[in-house]
Nanobody, 115 residues
Framework: QVQLVESGGGLVQPGGSLRLSCAAS????????MAWHRQAPGKQRELVAG???????NYQDSVKGRFTISRDNAKNTLYLQMNSLKPEDTAVYYC?????????WGQGTQVTVSS
């Protein structure tokens, strides 16, 4: 059974930092392209950042220079370091795992940026 479990969300003030984690089980983690997505209230889910099997990364323009995606294949874990957080970053953050024949989602973790 595939499981992606996000953690690390919470309430943070503008300008603060959070580090999200996504622990994967039931898949051969290093074969998957991994990504973080987010969904704010009343908005569609959007891609925030992705990382390939080989470690190539891509970011949504609004988070470039502030967020860093990384993966630890030995720990089957995906990370998202979020710095200089803004109120508009408030959303539920989801991780995903994708390869041919499989696309999996976690349940999400809430990030709220507010003073």
């Amino acid at each position: 059974q595939v499981q992606l479990v996000e953690s690390g969300g919470g309430l943070v003030q503008p300008g603060g930092s959070l580090r999200l984690s996504c622990a994967a089980s039931g898949i051969i983690f290093n074969l998957y392209t991994m990504a973080w997505h987010r969904q704010a209230p009343g908005k569609q889910r959007e891609l925030v950042a992705g990382i390939t099997r080989g470690g190539n990364t891509n970011y949504q323009d609004s988070v470039k220079g502030r967020f860093t995606i990384s993966r630890d294949n030995a720990k089957n874990t995906l990370y998202l370091q979020m710095n200089s957080l803004k109120p508009e970053d408030t959303a539920v953050y989801y991780c995903s795992a994708v390869r041919v024949g499989g696309y999996y989602w976690g349940q999400g973790t809430q990030v709220t940026v507010s003073s």
